[in-house]
């Protein structure tokens, strides 16, 4: 017994450092969330004209996925970029980026990107949105009805921006037994604003809904470029040189990334 004794001594030590080796290491998930309005649609209390909307697509290129705790290394990295569809149903959990095994801490530093790429895979996107992203060089591309009364307004748009979005300020608490998650959050009311700048804008399509020149239901870039915004009271556009509808909306698309649900990056347009 005392050789028994004697050899647990020396055996328990060893078998508990490895479990303590175990038990630092805990699950951290990165995942896209597009909201209630990108999965459900714009309901029309949201909105101060009276229309609603509902997309069909609303595709994303995201990628350069880091995460970390403050001041530290990243402890999970997913440089490549995926296509998700953010319209498909989640019950609120979003689609998956990356997963990966870190150590307990706070990981409340977080950076990604959301630009076209040549290499992108598919997140959950079908192969043939795969190929409209990849083929078209879009970061986002955006489908849907917006519909007031009885009249209906079509539109599909795809866009080439690239948007850098660092120092977002993430809430992931990784403990022992206890797996982590960080959503990059997507606000799809974004696109409808009427300012580009202002802390309150409007939530409006009347103005994309006029911009339907010939009536065909179908709001066109073309008719979109058409609209001169510089005689407006609304639609501000600060120090850019933007002056029209179409390029109005496409810088709306470097706003679209929160973390979090409404936590705040530094989001940098870079092209």
Same mark, same amino acid.
């Given at each position: 017994?005392?050789?028994?004794?004697?050899?647990?001594?020396? *055996?328990?030590?060893?078998?508990?450092?490895?479990?303590?080796?175990?038990?630092?290491?805990?699950?951290?998930?990165?995942?896209?969330?597009?909201?209630?309005?990108?999965?459900?649609?714009? !309901?029309?209390?949201?909105? =101060?004209?009276?229309?609603?909307?509902?997309?069909?697509?609303?595709?994303?290129?995201?990628?350069?996925?880091? %995460?970390?705790?403050?001041?530290?290394?990243?402890?999970?990295?997913? !440089?490549?970029?995926?296509?998700?569809?953010?319209?498909? @149903?989640?019950?609120?959990?979003?689609?998956? +980026? #990356?997963?990966?095994?870190?150590?307990?801490?706070?990981?409340?530093?977080?950076?990604?990107?959301? @630009?076209?790429?040549?290499d992108a895979t598919a997140g959950n996107a079908s192969a043939e949105d795969l190929a409209l992203m990849v083929d078209g060089g879009f970061s986002?591309?955006? #489908?849907?009805? /917006?519909?007031?009364?009885?009249?209906?307004?079509?539109? /599909?748009?795809?866009? #080439?921006?690239?948007?850098?979005?660092?120092?977002?300020?993430?809430? #992931?608490?990784?403990?022992?037994?206890?797996? @982590? +998650?960080?959503?990059?959050? *997507?606000?799809?009311?974004?696109?409808?604003?009427?300012?580009?700048?202002?802390?309150?804008?409007? %939530?409006?399509?009347?103005?994309? /809904?006029? /911009?339907?020149?010939?009536?065909?239901?179908?709001?066109?870039?073309?008719?979109?470029? @058409?609209?001169?915004?510089?005689?407006? !009271?609304?639609?501000? =556009?600060?120090?850019?040189?933007? =002056?029209?509808?179409?390029?109005? *909306?496409?810088?709306?698309?470097?706003?679209?990334?929160? *973390?979090?649900?409404?936590?705040?990056?530094?989001?940098?347009?870079?092209?």
């Open positions: 017994m005392t050789m028994l004794r004697g050899a647990c001594i020396f *055996i328990l030590p060893s078998l508990c450092s490895t479990a303590c080796d175990t038990a630092r290491d805990e699950a951290l998930e990165v995942r896209i969330y597009g909201e209630e309005y990108i999965e459900e649609g714009l !309901p029309v209390e949201i909105f =101060v004209d009276g229309w609603s909307l509902r997309y069909d697509k609303f595709l994303v290129s995201v990628g350069g996925v880091a %995460v970390a705790e403050k001041g530290s290394e990243p402890g999970l990295r997913e !440089p490549a970029f995926q296509v998700f569809d953010l319209t498909r @149903a989640s019950d609120g959990a979003g689609q998956e +980026v #990356a997963s990966e095994l870190v150590s307990l801490g706070r990981y409340d530093d977080t950076s990604f990107t959301i @630009a076209p790429a040549a986002v591309y955006v #489908a849907g009805t /917006a519909t007031k009364g009885d009249v209906s307004k079509h539109f /599909a748009w795809g866009f #080439a921006t690239h948007t850098d979005y660092s120092e977002c300020e993430s809430l #992931a608490d990784v403990r022992g037994g206890q797996p @982590a +998650v960080v959503q990059l959050t *997507i606000h799809g009311d974004h696109l409808l604003y009427d300012d580009l700048y202002s802390k309150t804008p409007n %939530v409006t399509f009347t103005l994309v /809904a006029e /911009a339907d020149a010939d009536n065909d239901g179908e709001v066109s870039q073309a008719e979109l470029e @058409a609209v001169d915004l510089r005689p407006l !009271p609304n639609y501000q =556009v600060g120090s850019t040189d933007i =002056v029209d509808l179409w390029h109005f *909306i496409e810088h709306l698309t470097t706003t679209l990334g929160h *973390i979090d649900g409404e936590g705040h990056c530094k989001g940098t347009r870079t092209s």
